[in-house]
């Protein structure tokens, strides 16, 4: 396992360096962060699900653990709510705060990190938690966002739908597609390798994306923010012992185990804020969380493997 972490962290770390030797300034690793999501991660996703062969229990298990996502971070989030409300946040941030303190990376730290460590079984739970992050962003969580206020059951339907189409949830349903009708034995061999290269790239590019995300975002004068520092860290400590006590009482497969709690571990999503800029109020807030958490993640994530390695 060292060495998967020695693997981990070096990504991170070349990513890291090349924002600090202005390699990479913030344009080109917005850039960066455009081909994993439209390419590389929707590449990997398609492939690995679509060469599983996707049995009825597998597919019950999927169902679960998109259920399990959603739920989890449901619940959580109004547990960081009152947390945050005892510490003094201000009113007006706590509907930001829930959200952005119960979302997840799994797209871009998830998936490499699953594939990593755990094998191609373990993307295809991952890719389901990515699902029940969608479902709860769009719909409770947008919601939340917005203030809590009325909503026609129509509009709600019709954001969750605009939102859940997007390059990674597409890539999920069709390679569920092709694995349960056998469509890669009609794809030509030179497309499939070109899916597959555009896939392998995907774990080295998502990781050196992360360390350069945080190399850009001022660590330092992050670090000076307490509110976010305090939201930040809290998050990162209190959603992984969240979900290891839920999960403990759960009767699931070993490896589904591992990978729930996993998920729950990761640092806020980076979608969260450009939800909150456009319908809610405290996108700096919840920004400087997005870059604060993955940060942190270098630090709570290693345990948090360990943990799941006692499980499979």
């Known amino acids: 396992m060292f060495g998967q972490f020695f693997v981990l962290f070096g990504l991170m770390a070349v990513g890291y360096i090349c924002s600090s030797k202005k390699f990479l300034n913030g344009e080109m690793t917005i850039g ?15 492939t690995t699900l679509a060469n599983t062969k996707v049995e009825h229990a597998m597919l019950t298990n999927f169902a679960l653990m998109v259920g399990l996502q959603f739920i989890s971070m449901l619940l959580f989030g109004r547990i960081l709510r009152q947390y945050y409300r005892f510490r003094g946040f201000q009113e007006e941030l706590l509907n930001m705060l829930e959200v952005t303190g119960a979302s997840v990376n799994n797209a871009f730290i998830g998936f490499p990190i699953a594939l990593m460590f755990f094998g191609e079984e373990a993307v ?16 409770i969580g947008l919601y939340i966002i917005k203030g809590i206020k009325g909503e026609r059951l129509g509009t709600m339907l019709r954001t969750l739908l605009k939102g859940a189409i997007n390059p990674n949830i597409s890539s999920i349903l069709l390679g569920l597609f092709a694995s349960v009708v056998g469509l890669m034995g009609y794809i030509p061999d030179f497309v499939q390798e070109l899916i597959k290269s555009l896939g392998v790239i995907s774990t080295p590019l998502s990781l050196i994306y992360i360390g350069a995300l945080t190399g850009n975002s ?13 939201a930040s860290l809290s998050k990162m400590i209190l959603m992984p012992i969240l979900a290891f006590i839920f999960i403990y009482f759960i009767p699931l497969q070993p490896l589904m185990k591992a990978v729930y709690f996993l998920s729950l571990a990761l640092p806020s999503a980076a979608i969260v804020p450009m939800v909150v800029g456009r319908y809610g109020v405290g996108v700096e807030t ?17 345990p948090c493997i360990a943990i799941c390695h006692i499980w499979v």
């Open 32 to 46: 960066i962060g455009n081909i994993v999501l439209f390419f590389t991660i929707p590449a990997m996703l398609f």
């Open 124 to 139: 295809v739970y991952m890719s389901a938690s990515v699902l029940g992050l969608n479902l709860y962003v769009w719909s």
């Open 218 to 230: 001022g660590l330092k004068l992050l670090l000076k923010d307490k509110k976010s520092l305090e």
């Open 286 to 302: 919840s920004s400087k969380m997005v870059m604060l958490t993955t940060a942190f993640s270098m630090a709570t994530l290693p």
